[in-house]
């Protein structure tokens, strides 16, 4: 059902900012917030919307003849009362740069040739900004024609407050009315996300410099950062100011700007950029207050590989060493894009059952069992509906607020029947509830049932007990797969040829090795396999792009060992319009589709089809694009590894005139009777990819010269 707003849903919604704002952070305002809030109180309605309309929309500077709203009154009056109350302003000289950006390419060149400077009606609309920009207002330019937004700062903070970000409109409250957003049922009381004018003032100043960073001043003068969110901040503006210094090879800027990093990663850039330039005293120094009081299981880590390279004489890092012993699986260059996949293909040929899973199996696993303690519990804090994570996920005191309900919880694993028995009670009662922590899948109660059941309880507990310590720092870098073999889980971390392992990665395998699971790094390297199976698709449609036409018909081949083993073919009810143009391209008219089935009461039949095979099609970017739409429709997703054939055949027949598929097939004596239906053009593709495969079993089988 469409939902339909009131005219002025954007007053009730920024009254209803208003008081929130009131109640939780009245004592963080100045009095120039309090000033605002009242003399915006003072407007009369239809100014109080005029502003909130200006608020909504992008920039400062607004033609007045684009002010005009059926549900606001007079005109004039209304931005009269506006700028009384010095909610706008005429615009001025120090205005000048800000309408540089506003004013429209022919409005720039008018005003270059009004100051006779030499420039081409060709140049882009900045190279025409940086000519006039040493100017001055030009006397041709109607500035009554032009209003400028003012006293956006106030607002600025005030929406901050409540936000905890920098933005300028209010679209959230409206995607909430309309249902697109979802919002905090759980919890219906929220505290404020400051706990001092000083806090908020500094974070609000982080913020603000996060966004541009190009004046950023004494950094001996920036502001103390008093929470853990605001000191992120803080460092990440340092490491891209440093980054800036390192790129215009001024080393000793950026090492100026990283002397003042607290945090991890900045201590390790610092120290490594003292070893650049040859000041190994100062890092050895460094190194050493790193291992002794370090920031985060990360920066040890760090600190320890780098001493025994670099002081040592350790000729190979951890990281390369730890890879350099990983076993090599050997699957079809097909997989490229997703090796995971690939090697999970493999373990299914041998019969081991295996997830692509990497952080979603402990966050879900984290989520659903502690789901009062984030996000029903008193001593959880959320600032707002809109919030989805809760603040406490940022430091250590998460767990030890949860401390005695967590580790009841957690006993509930040493019996196999009651864990899963509340584990699935809890996903059949929230799934759906939109949350910061994971995502809903269909999977994820099979896949947490065949975890646990091939676990040893007490290495989940201590995993879960490990994160519930320092989630924000250890909630990512898992494993890419979990395996079931022997009847016990088995994680692997898949890397393909030219990867590198991460810091966090290797981490978080010390981490589960630690409790006790088997963890292995599986290094794949690609080849040709003759039993990979593959799915040639094509598929007619509408017309050219997939967020407006649909799919009519479907064809696809499957193939192993160079040959047919089965074939799909389906037309499709695309449920609009099809035009005479395209049914004269391809013979599919409305009338033959009118009694086919639609999409969706296909979409299981052929997601099982290309299941486990390699998606193949010529121009591969356009028939796997429509099918990803189609399912994204369904709020489903589709993913397959794939290949083009097209880009295949030029790899592999270079040189030849014309690589569309009726050419290609003119060239190599293919059928193609129908060219445009998908049957007929899914199996001439397929007999294109007989052609690559079998120069890339050539190529595999030729040993390579030294």
């Avoid at 409005?107 to 140049?123: H, M, N, P, T, V």
Wanted: net charge neutral.
């Amino acid at each position: 059902m469409k939902i339909e707003l009131p005219p002025k849903y954007y007053l009730a919604h920024f009254l209803e900012l208003r008081s929130a704002l009131l109640g939780l952070y009245g004592d963080f305002f100045d009095e120039t917030h309090f000033a605002f809030l009242n003399d915006f109180d003072q407007l009369s309605e239809d100014a109080q919307c005029m502003y909130l309309r200006l608020m909504n929309r992008k920039g400062r500077y607004f033609f007045k003849e684009t002010l005009r709203y059926s549900e606001i009154g007079s005109h004039e009056d209304v931005l009269q009362e506006l700028k009384n109350k010095k909610f706008i302003k005429d615009v001025l000289s120090e205005d000048w740069c800000g309408l540089l950006i506003f004013l429209p390419k022919p409005k720039l060149i008018e005003f270059a040739e009004e100051k006779g400077l030499a420039i081409k009606k060709s140049w882009s609309k900045e190279k025409l900004q940086l000519a006039l920009r040493e100017n001055e207002l030009p006397a041709a330019l109607k500035l009554e024609n032009i209003i400028v937004q003012d006293r956006m700062e106030e607002l600025s903070y005030l929406i901050f407050l409540y936000f905890g970000k920098i933005q300028d409109n209010l679209s959230l409250y409206t995607l909430r009315d309309l249902g697109v957003r979802k919002v905090s049922r759980e919890k219906t009381s929220f505290e404020a996300r400051f706990k001092s004018k000083d806090e908020a003032r500094a974070h609000y100043f982080f913020a603000k410099l996060a966004e541009d960073y190009s004046d950023y001043g004494e950094i001996a003068k920036w502001p103390l950062s008093l929470n853990a969110e605001s000191t992120h901040l803080r460092e990440t503006i340092l490491l891209a100011i440093a980054e800036d210094f390192k790129k215009d090879f001024k080393l000793a800027k950026a090492l100026e700007v990283l002397r003042f990093c607290q945090q991890h990663p900045g201590r390790e850039k610092r120290i490594r950029l003292l070893y650049q330039m040859d000041l190994k005293e100062e890092c050895l120094e460094e190194l050493n207050l790193v291992l002794d009081n370090p920031m985060s299981d990360l920066e040890y880590l760090f600190a320890e590989d780098f001493l025994a390279r670099k002081y040592h004489k350790k000729k190979v890092g951890i990281l390369t060493e730890t890879l350099k012993h990983a076993q090599v699986v050997p699957i079809d260059e097909s997989y490229f894009r997703h090796p995971e996949m690939g090697v999970k293909d493999h373990f299914k040929d041998r019969g081991i059952p295996s997830f692509h899973l990497e952080n979603y199996l402990w966050n879900s696993l984290f989520g659903v069992l502690f789901w009062e303690e984030l996000f029903e519990s008193d001593k959880t804090g959320l600032y707002n509906e809109f919030e989805r994570s809760p603040k406490d996920l940022w430091s250590d005191k998460f767990y030890f607020l949860h401390q005695d309900s967590i580790h009841k919880k957690l006993e509930l694993f040493h019996d196999q029947e009651k864990i899963l028995s509340y584990l699935l009670k809890k996903i059949e009662t929230k799934t759906g509830i939109q949350n910061g922590v994971f995502g809903w899948h269909e999977s994820l109660a099979p896949t947490l049932t065949t975890f646990i059941s091939h676990s040893n309880p007490e290495s989940i507990i201590e995993i879960l007990i490990y994160m519930a310590r320092d989630y924000h720092n250890r909630s990512t870098g898992f494993p890419d797969l979990l395996a079931i073999e022997k009847g016990k889980a088995k994680f692997y971390e898949i890397k393909a040829e030219g990867d590198s392992l991460k810091q966090i990665q290797l981490l978080q395998m010390i981490a589960l090795k630690r409790a006790s699971f088997e963890v292995e790094i599986l290094q794949v390297k690609y080849s040709f396999n003759p039993e990979q199976t593959y799915v040639v698709v094509d598929i007619e449609t509408t017309g050219g792009g997939s967020p407006y036409h649909r799919i009519t018909e479907l064809g696809a081949v499957k193939m192993r060992n160079g040959k047919v083993i089965d074939k799909y073919q389906q037309l499709i009810n695309p449920q609009r319009f099809i035009s005479r143009e395209i049914e004269a391209l391809t013979g599919i008219s409305n009338q033959l589709v009118r009694n086919a089935p639609k999409f969706a009461e296909v979409a299981d039949a052929f997601d099982e089809f290309t299941k486990d095979a390699i998606f193949v099609a010529h121009n591969v970017s356009f028939d796997y694009g429509f099918l990803q739409a189609e399912y994204a429709r369904l709020e489903r997703k589709f993913v397959r590894p794939y290949i083009c054939t097209k880009a295949g055949m030029k790899k592999y027949y270079p040189g030849l005139d014309g690589y569309g598929l009726k050419k290609l097939t003119l060239q190599f004596d293919i059928k193609l009777e129908t060219h445009h239906r998908a049957m007929c053009d899914a199996e001439a593709a397929a007999e294109l990819l007989r052609l690559i495969n079998k120069k890339r079993e050539l190529i595999h089988r030729t040993p390579k010269q030294s």
